[in-house]
């Protein structure tokens, strides 16, 4: 499910109306890297919709793939901008904003 675009925007976001952080289980459990590599499971779940990747098996190889993804616009930037942004609302509400 965290890797469906399906689940995570159709049925989770829209359909079911909800509207605060989507955040991924551990990213580095066999069920995600028997199939996929960090690189692919991590851009995946960012596609499918989740705001937050936690925990995935190759960090680096995540980050990577994050920014190769924003810079051959697989990611855009208002798509980035609005996943930042809705992070920095969420903890100006629990007030946990720390800058």
Known sequence: ATLSYQVVTEILKEELG???????????????????????????????????????????????????????GTLTADWLDATVRQILEFKQLHGILNF
């Open 18 to 72: 909800f509207s605060g952080l989507v955040i991924t289980d551990a990213m580095n459990m066999g069920a995600i890297t028997k199939v996929y590599s960090s690189a692919d499971a991590t851009v995946a779940a960012l596609l499918a919709g989740c705001h937050i990747v936690l925990m995935p098996e190759n960090l680096p190889e995540a980050f990577d793939a994050v920014i190769a993804a924003l810079e051959d």
